[in-house]
């Protein structure tokens, strides 16, 4: 049989015909229900905390700790554990201008009880004061005075008091929070020193020993020095000391430095997105935390 124009003309009107009846019977797709007391969409994942390793080492550390029987933990902050047992003292001479409006000539002074009282100075001072210049209108003093400085101490220190302060108070509620018995340096000293002489409440170093001897356990010595090549700026020695035996537990270096903040993308003006961490986290108070975790992890 031979196919013609007209037998492919009328299978052509027949699929034209056949296609829009067809598409009438295709089955629809079910329609999106949702479960009673369902949210409408997923709620997303919460962000992880950059401060999980360091939970997780707190409660490391307070199950060691619990299991050791709670030792008491005495602090040396910026302060170290020095070999000199004494205290030594050395006497510092300082100066200071005085003027006095006076023409009358004055003299040179030496120590001794002085009746200076005419140019409003205290009488009965051992000081010695001695003419420097003079004019028809004004009399200028050089006052000198000698005191005694304790040169047995720590060369470690922070230049930025505020930010020290923070740091050691960071520590010391970390590892509170964690548990821990912490001991006062100073309270411990003030206890001893009642009953020794005033002599012997100079001797810093011999009030250290004796204190160190009320039932503590364990001595940590954290030791700041100033550090350009660490991220903080600082970097921090720490040493705990298990005092009854005299034995080292732990010593390290750290700069204190908190794990950054999640990273986020945000839009860059003609540039697209960048991933950004947040912002800075080196505040005194997460740094000193920091400090009490990385010292958590090297006792458990």
Not at 42 to 69: I, K, L, M, T, V
């Amino acid at each position: 049989m031979s196919i013609t124009p007209k037998l492919i003309a009328a299978a052509l009107a027949g699929l034209a015909f056949a296609g829009p009846a067809a598409a009438q019977y295709r089955p629809e797709a079910p329609a999106v229900t949702y479960r009673e007391g369902m949210p409408a969409v997923n709620a997303p994942a919460p962000a992880a905390s950059p401060d999980a390793g360091n939970f997780a080492a707190s409660s490391a550390f307070a199950r060691w700790y619990q299991a050791a029987g709670r030792p008491s933990i005495l602090l040396f902050w910026n302060r170290e554990l020095l070999e000199d047992a004494t205290s030594q003292y050395d006497s510092v001479q300082t100066g200071a201008a005085v003027g006095a409006s006076r023409t009358d000539a004055v003299g040179a002074r030496s120590s001794g009880s002085l009746a200076v009282a005419d140019y409003g100075m205290a009488a009965g001072r051992s000081d010695s004061i001695a003419a420097a210049s003079q004019s028809s209108s004004a009399v200028v003093l050089t006052e000198q005075r000698q005191r005694q400085e304790r040169s047995t101490d720590s060369r470690y220190a922070i230049a930025d008091p505020t930010y020290a302060h923070g740091v050691e108070s960071a520590i010391f509620s970390t590892f509170l929070s964690a548990g821990a018995k912490m001991v006062s340096r100073e309270a411990l000293m003030r206890k001893v020193s009642t009953q020794k002489s005033r002599e012997d409440r100079l001797d810093i170093q011999y009030l250290e020993t004796l204190a160190m001897g009320q039932g503590v356990q364990y001595l940590m010595e954290v030791l700041p020095d100033n550090d350009a090549a660490s991220p903080t700026g600082v970097s921090f020695t720490v040493r705990v000391t298990h005092l009854p035996t005299s034995t080292v537990k732990a010593q390290f270096v750290t700069s204190g430095d908190p794990p950054k903040g999640a990273a986020k993308w945000t839009a860059v003006n003609g540039a697209g997105f960048e991933k950004r961490t947040s912002a800075s986290r080196q505040t005194p108070q997460l740094v000193g935390a920091q400090i009490a975790y990385d010292t958590m992890t090297k006792l458990r």
